[in-house]
T-cell receptor, first 114, second 110 residues
Framework: DADVTQTPRNRITKTGKRIMLECSQTKGHDRMYWYRQDPGLGLRLIYYSFDVKDINKGEISDGYSVSRQAQAKFSLSLESAIPNQTALYFC?????????????FGPGTRLTVL | DAKTTQPPSMDCAEGRAANLPCNHSTISGNEYVYWYRQIHSQGPQYIIHGLKNNETNEMASLIITEDRKSSTLILPHATLRDTAVYYCIARGSGGFKTIFGAGTRLFVKA
C-alpha cells in the first residue's frame, strides 16, 4: 500500500464550485504539505502543517484553505474554484524530528476547472 | 535556503553515466544539498542528499565540491526509465520546506 495517498486522482469541475482534495498518510509523520504544479514549472507550496494544531501559509495560499483533521489527514479546499487553479496538486509528508529529512510525495491530483 | 541553478535540459545515452550539475554558490554552512526527481507528472521522489562529503546510495552518487558551491548528481548507468526532471535543492537546519525550482529535464536516449 502507498504511504501517501491522494483522492481523487483526477477531477473536473466548473468555475465557482467548492472542491476538496484529500491526503492520507501511513508514515506517521507530523509534517504535511500541499503543493501545486503548473505545466513545465516546479512545485509551489500552498500550505503546510506541523501538527493538527498548526497550519501555515506557503507561497501561494490565496484562494485555498486547508484542514488537518488528524495526524494522518490533511485536506485542501478550493472554496470557489477558478480556471487558473487548474493544475497538478501534490501532498507530501516529512518526519518532524529535524530538518534533515526527505519529503515523501503522493501520486498527485489532476484538477481541471472549466 | 540558498538558490540553486540547473541547466534546463540534458541528454544522455542509455547505459552511459548521466552527470547533472547544480550551482549553489550562496549555500550556507548548515544547508544540505538534496536531489529529487519527478517522472512524468508523478510525485517527486527523493534520490540523495549530502552536506560536505560525497554520498552514494543504490540510486545515485552525489559529488559536492570542496567549497560547496556546486554539486553533481551522477546516475552511473542511465536507463530509459531515468528520463525525468531532476531537482537540486538546498535546505538548512530547521529547514522544513522544500522549495523547488524548474529543475533539469534529463532525456535518456536508446
Amino acid at each position: 500500500d502507498a504511504d501517501v495517498t491522494q483522492t481523487p486522482r483526477n477531477r473536473i469541475t466548473k468555475t465557482g464550485k467548492r472542491i476538496m482534495l484529500e491526503c492520507s498518510q501511513t508514515k506517521g509523520h507530523d509534517r504535511m504539505y500541499w503543493y501545486r504544479q503548473d505545466p513545465g514549472l516546479g512545485l509551489r507550496l500552498i500550505y503546510y502543517s506541523f501538527d493538527v494544531k498548526d497550519i501555515n501559509k506557503g507561497e501561494i495560499s490565496d484562494g485555498y484553505s486547508v484542514s488537518r483533521q488528524a495526524q494522518a489527514k490533511f485536506s485542501l479546499s478550493l472554496e470557489s474554484a477558478i480556471p487558473n487553479q487548474t493544475a497538478l496538486y501534490f501532498c507530501a509528508t516529512m518526519a518532524g524530528t529535524s530538518g534533515y529529512n526527505e519529503q515523501f510525495f503522493g501520486p498527485g491530483t489532476r484538477l481541471t476547472v472549466l | 535556503d540558498a538558490k540553486t541553478t540547473q541547466p534546463p535540459s540534458m541528454d544522455c545515452a542509455e547505459g552511459r553515466a548521466a552527470n547533472l550539475p547544480c550551482n549553489h554558490s550562496t549555500i550556507s554552512g548548515n544547508e544540505y544539498v538534496y536531489w529529487y526527481r519527478q517522472i512524468h507528472s508523478q510525485g517527486p521522489q527523493y534520490i540523495i542528499h549530502g552536506l560536505k562529503n560525497n554520498e552514494t546510495n543504490e540510486m545515485a552518487s552525489l559529488i559536492i565540491t570542496e567549497d560547496r558551491k556546486s554539486s553533481t548528481l551522477i546516475l552511473p548507468h542511465a536507463t530509459l526509465r531515468d528520463t525525468a526532471v531532476y531537482y537540486c535543492i538546498a535546505r538548512g537546519s530547521g529547514g522544513f520546506k522544500t522549495i523547488f525550482g524548474a529543475g533539469t529535464r534529463l532525456f535518456v536516449k536508446a
